[in-house]
Antibody
Framework: QVQLQESGPGLVKPSGTLSLTCTVS?????????WSWVRQPPGKGLEWIGE???????NHNPSLKSRVTVSLDTSRNEFSLKLTSVTAADTAVYYC???????????????WGQGTLVTVSS | DIVVTQSPPSLPVTPGEPASISCRSS???????????LDWYLQKPGQPPQLLIY???SRASGVPDRFSGSGSGTDFILKISRVEAEDVGVYYC?????????FGGGTRVEIK
């Protein structure tokens, strides 16, 4: 079973860019098609952000407009999230996960990383 | 977007007793392949979500058989046959029929 670990700055200034990396261990990132990001504002529910596939195709939540970029680096066995023009509303725990499914998007998520809290504040 | 609605938002339970959570979607989650694209997750306190049920009724690896998922079309149920203390947390359903993937608002299960 692969394991996932998020890393990146815990504090980002308003209007800045949130950048996170998810390192995959215990198996090759190339063995699964989809790799995803989900976030959870403090005390609230889950929101799907977006995902990247091995062939470079991506899906993202339109609610985040064009602020999201998800990319993948097979040589480093990791994938990344960039969210631009952040505001306090982007403060959340960010989770990375392995999407299961061979179709046009993930069918379910398993496993998940432990999550990392990112606070947007000056 | 497909809207997913869970009920109840909070569910006090007695250990050893059954419990059920409802999930309703704004449109059918039936794929042309015959599967229903509805998954269930449990987020225990201080932990990330963990997969319980996928494709409506398939239990994930390692999930106790007291958990079962059922339903079709737009209405789905997660049942716990006999609640144990370790089952407390927030349960989420998620539709994966189409992007954006969307989650229900969650059901908090707590011991009475």
């Amino acid at each position: 079973q692969v394991q996932l670990q998020e890393s990146g700055p815990g504090l980002v200034k308003p209007s800045g860019t949130l950048s996170l990396t998810c390192t995959v261990s215990g198996g090759s990132i190339s063995r699964s098609k989809w790799w995803s990001w989900v976030r959870q504002p403090p005390g609230k529910g889950l929101e799907w952000i977006g995902e990247v596939s091995l062939d470079g195709s991506t899906n993202h939540n339109p609610s985040l407009k064009s602020r999201v970029t998800v990319s993948l680096d097979t040589s480093r066995n990791e994938f990344s999230l960039k969210l631009t023009s952040v505001t306090a509303a982007d403060t959340a725990v960010y989770y990375c996960s392995k999407g299961v499914g061979g179709g046009s998007s993930s069918d379910w998520f398993d496993p998940w990383g432990q999550g990392t809290l990112v606070t947007v504040s000056s | 977007d497909i809207v997913v609605t869970q009920s109840p938002p909070s569910l006090p339970v007695t250990p050893g007793e059954p419990a059920s959570i409802s999930c309703r979607s704004s449109q059918s989650l039936l794929h042309r392949n015959g599967d229903h694209y509805l998954d269930w997750y449990l987020q225990k306190p201080g932990q990330p979500p963990q997969l319980l049920i996928y494709l409506g009724s398939s239990r994930a690896s390692g999930v106790p058989d007291r958990f079962s998922g059922s339903g079709s079309g737009t209405d789905f149920i997660l049942k716990i046959s006999r609640v144990e203390a370790e089952d407390v947390g927030v349960y989420y359903c998620m539709q994966s029929l189409q992007t954006p993937l969307t989650f229900g608002g969650g059901t908090r299960v707590e011991i009475k």
